[in-house]
């Protein structure tokens, strides 16, 4: 797959736990974040297609079930 190089601008408490992830798991900073970005667009893609909900919705249900999961981990 083609790759882009961009410039974003991202919270550096998220960033570190990028960075953590990628030392933890021997992959790239990119890898992780591509793995990321393609977890949470599919997340929103399935709860949209199920709940025939518009964008924003789909993005609210996403990240409430995201914080649910983290709440969970957290345990």
Excluded at 13 to 23: N, S
Aim: hydrophobic share 40%.
């Amino acid at each position: 797959m083609a790759r882009v190089k961009t410039t974003l601008s991202v919270d550096e408490e998220l960033m570190r736990h990028v960075r953590v992830r990628a030392a933890r798991t021997g992959r790239t900073q990119s890898e992780v974040l591509d793995e990321a970005l393609r977890d949470g667009l599919g997340v929103i893609h399935r709860i949209r297609g199920k709940a025939a909900a518009d964008e924003e919705e789909a993005l609210t249900l996403a990240s409430e079930a995201v914080h649910e999961v983290r709440r969970e981990t957290a345990r």
